[in-house]
């Protein structure tokens, strides 16, 4: 753990000097000071994954947590052992939401192993990384029409209903969930963890 600060101001200095690999955001200062302060964390340093330490929030607000950059929404609630699971599935580079949604969006069962095109990883690859369809049109040299017709037959052949679930679920829907937990632990003990207060 590199350090910790008592306010959002400090933490973003803090990201700007240390460079850490991750960053534990508690929820106090309120959601929109939080959603500006994950986006201000991102152009900071691009590298950094935060992580959002809540009481509460709603899917629509995880989702957008997603969208600015947060990596991982964690419940005050759930016991350290679920803070270090959650801290090392993202350092692997997961979109860690699982224990903080509602039991509606708990994975269906037709994920279990959907037949997808190269180009179709490829797509939920980038949505895992919280591109939008400009932007994953530009990475590919598509348009964002074809984007969106690739997303479509994407919800079809998975199940999934949004693209939030996409990204919750698409390291697993690309087989690249489990990755190989040696190598995991031994970056996650090297990681650096901010907390901002």
Request: charged share 25%; net charge neutral.
């Amino acid at each position: 753990m590199l350090g910790s600060a008592s306010n959002l101001t400090e933490t973003l200095q803090a990201v700007r000097d240390l460079h850490p690999d991750l960053l534990l955001i508690d929820q106090s200062p309120g959601l929109k000071m939080i959603f500006q302060f994950v986006a201000d964390v991102k152009a900071a340093w691009g590298q950094c994954q935060p992580v959002l330490w809540i009481n509460d929030l709603a899917e629509i607000d995880c989702f957008r947590a997603l969208q600015l950059g947060a990596r991982g929404i964690l419940k005050k609630t759930l016991p350290v052992e679920t803070l270090l699971e959650c801290l090392r599935s993202v350092a692997r580079g997961n979109v860690w939401f699982e224990n903080s949604l509602p039991d509606s969006a708990a994975a269906p069962d037709r994920r279990s192993a959907p037949r997808l095109t190269p180009r179709e990883k490829e797509i939920v690859h980038h949505v895992c990384a919280g591109l939008k369809n400009k932007e994953i049109a530009a990475a590919l040299s598509i348009t964002s029409g074809t984007v969106k017709v690739h997303l479509m037959h994407i919800f079809e052949k998975t199940g999934v209903k949004d693209r939030f679930e996409l990204a919750v679920y698409g390291r697993r829907l690309l087989g690249t969930e489990h990755a190989d937990n040696t190598a995991a632990e031994d970056s996650a003990a090297r990681m650096g963890a901010g907390t901002s207060k």
